[in-house]
């Protein structure tokens, strides 16, 4: 016996530590994943079906009624020989009730359950409270590395629509996949290459401004590429100087490079700045310059596109004809020798695999490219790369306006920098209408920024990606309607009953006064995050999580009608302030996988 008791002893600390993990584990699944198990293994027993195949098949019903069920089931998707009514009256009275389940029953083809709703309401709150920043998170992506590549500007030229919104989505596209547990790495792909820049140089030298540069460089550059090139339509000479130019700087003249590469780092710098006000930020700036056609990387793949027989010269210039796959005819090097945009992307894709083993590449680029990626795509798969599979295309339509830039009320705007400033403005103006409010609020300049921010953010991932849409500055900045500002006012809202409620919720809550119909309804909707969670996670359409919000907005908004916390029995109090806090965080949970920054107060 003692033997056993020494044993049992040492075995103890590590008991204690699976202990721990089996609790870690239930605390961070997924409320309605629970029940949705519980309904499986029944199944499963039932039917003798695997529970891998039935457990996609459980439904949330959202919203729901007494009629609909918590959760149902499509009974010809289980795919079981005989008549779905059928089945579907057979499994209702095979299924066992659960402490969990409380009843079944077959509706037409579907299998309709119903819970115990009041486990689902005393499970889920402390759970929230506990995860805080992490609730909705899942691991499906655990050790899993995304390249996602997003926003690339191009020097010296205006910053268009298409770069703005790539820069919303990837950002969304990044927070989202670490929501769902993978590694990120984002890239910049700026372009920073091309004979453009030996344009730019030369009219640099004459028309160029060191302490104009210094201080705006994305402004001046852009004046001084505005000026430079309309000088050489009249004057192709100006022209054969920047051919010239730029076949130095190719050549890796170390004169010729200085000038550009000063260029380009004090682009970067003032990008940071700017992208920093968006709450972005690029674990890489990695352009175009990073494939020259002389670099090795560069020369390696031409020489095996070659060796594969696929390059073929064509009137001086290496192509590949695509025609077999109705993709044209890909050129990849001009008859100068020099490279074309997609032989670097080509390149820029071998090396990214070599260097992050990505299990999968992201590139957030607009429509307009499709063609582009297509052909990028065939030709990893050409070249019989296995990875060809893992590059995806995250595609988005067109921000309509007159002549691809974003007009605002006082003209045109070429810049990030200038919408941005556009809209902060138009924010201070509105939260100085309300003096004693704006009085309490300590950094003006940031609130305005991030709800003017939140506005674009919401208007530009209101909808399915591939849709086009208006650009439009009084509604997306308006504080009522389904805008961004009505999001972040929503937020605030439930920081303030936090702050107001004068204690803290006590660290066991009984939830049982939580009955009225609107409670349930936005625990409901808090209870379904984890799930759009999920679905984002593969579809990569940020509406989902944007309407969401909305939804849970609009929840919130009901009970703050009917369920105040001031003046109330103190288990009322509790439970109540208990949900609100819960509503808050997963609010803000849904804001920040947008990539918006949720504000406490406005
Ligand atoms: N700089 C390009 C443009 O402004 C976008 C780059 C897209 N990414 C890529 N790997 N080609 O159109």
């Known amino acids: 016996a003692d033997q056993w008791v020494a044993a049992l002893e040492k075995a103890a600390p590590a008991l204690k530590d699976a202990a721990a993990q089996v609790d870690q584990v239930l605390a961070t699944t997924h409320v309605l994943d629970e029940y949705r198990f519980e309904i499986t293994k029944e199944l499963a027993r039932i039917t003798g079906l695997g529970e891998d195949f039935i457990f996609p098949l459980v439904e949330n019903k959202y919203p729901k009624d007494a009629a609909s069920g918590d959760f149902s089931i499509a009974v010809p998707r289980m795919k079981l020989p005989g008549s779905p009514a059928e089945i579907a009256k057979d499994l209702e009275s095979k299924f066992t009730a659960s402490p969990k389940i409380s009843s079944v ?14 486990l689902l309401r005393d499970r889920l709150i402390p759970r929230v409270l506990n995860q805080g920043e992490k609730y909705g998170q899942n691991s499906s992506g655990f050790g899993k590395v995304s390249l996602v590549e997003f926003s690339s500007p191009n020097i010296a030229k205006p910053f268009h629509v298409g770069h703005l919104r790539s820069t919303i989505i990837g950002n969304f596209i990044e927070n989202t996949l670490q ?122 793949v031409v020489q095996k596109l070659k060796d594969l027989d696929l390059l073929k010269l064509d009137q001086g210039a290496q192509v590949i004809n695509m025609e077999e796959y109705k993709l044209g005819v890909a050129i990849i090097e001009k008859r100068d ?116 921010i939140t506005g674009i953010m919401i208007q530009d991932m209101g909808s399915r990606r591939n849709k086009d849409y208006e650009f439009n500055w009084d509604r997306m900045l308006a504080f009522e309607g389904d805008t961004g500002p009505y999001l972040q006012y929503a937020h605030t809202r439930l920081c303030s009953i936090e702050r107001k409620a004068g204690f803290d919720i006590p660290a ?19 209870a379904m995050y984890p799930d759009v969670v999920r679905e984002v996670g593969v579809q990569l359409e940020p509406c989902s999580i944007v309407s969401y919000a909305f939804r849970l907005s609009h929840a919130v908004s009901n009970c703050l009608e009917e369920l105040y916390v001031m003046n109330q029995p ?33």
């Open 337 to 452: 020798g020099g490279m074309m945009y997609l032989g670097r992307d080509v390149a820029a894709a071998v090396e990214r695999q070599k260097e992050y083993k990505f299990d999968n590449m992201i590139y957030v680029v607009g429509s307009q490219q499709d063609h582009h990626f297509k052909q990028l795509f065939k030709i990893l798969e050409l070249m019989g790369v296995p990875w060809a599979e893992k590059c995806q295309h995250v595609n988005f339509g067109m921000i309509k306006s007159k002549d691809g830039n974003m007009s605002t009320r006082k003209g045109t705007v070429v810049f990030l920098e200038d919408i941005l400033d556009n809209v902060q403005e138009s924010m201070l103006e509105v939260m100085k209408r309300n003096e004693a409010k704006f009085a309490q609020i300590q950094n003006p300049t940031f609130v305005a920024d991030t709800i003017g």
């Open 179 to 300: 929501a769902n547990g993978w590694t990120t790495v984002t890239i910049n792909y700026l372009g920073d290459w091309g004979k453009q820049f030996g344009l730019l140089a030369v009219g640099y030298l004459k028309h160029g401004n060191e302490e104009a540069l210094e201080k705006d460089p994305i402004r001046h550059l852009f004046e001084v590429y505005v000026k430079i090139n309309a000088e050489a339509t009249e004057n192709p000479a100006i022209h054969d100087e920047a051919r010239a130019y730029f076949a130095r700087m190719e050549e890796g003249g170390t004169e010729a490079l200085g000038m550009w590469k000063k260029f380009v780092d004090l682009s970067i710098v003032k990008y940071r700045e700017i992208y920093g006000r968006v709450n972005v930020s690029f674990d890489l700036y990695s352009g175009e310059s990073h494939f020259r056609a002389q670099d090795k990387c560069v020369r390696d």
């Open 508 to 526: 066991t809550v009984d939830m049982a006064p939580l009955t009225e119909p609107v409670a349930a309804a936005l625990l409901d909707c808090i």
């Open 105 to 118: 029953k077959a509706s037409g083809v579907f299998l309709k359950i119903w819970i115990h709703n009041h």
């Open 570 to 602: 103190p288990e009322i109090a509790s439970a109540r302030l208990a949900m609100y806090k819960a509503a808050r965080i997963t609010l803000g949970n849904a804001l920040r996988a947008l990539g918006i920054v949720p504000l406490d107060r406005m």
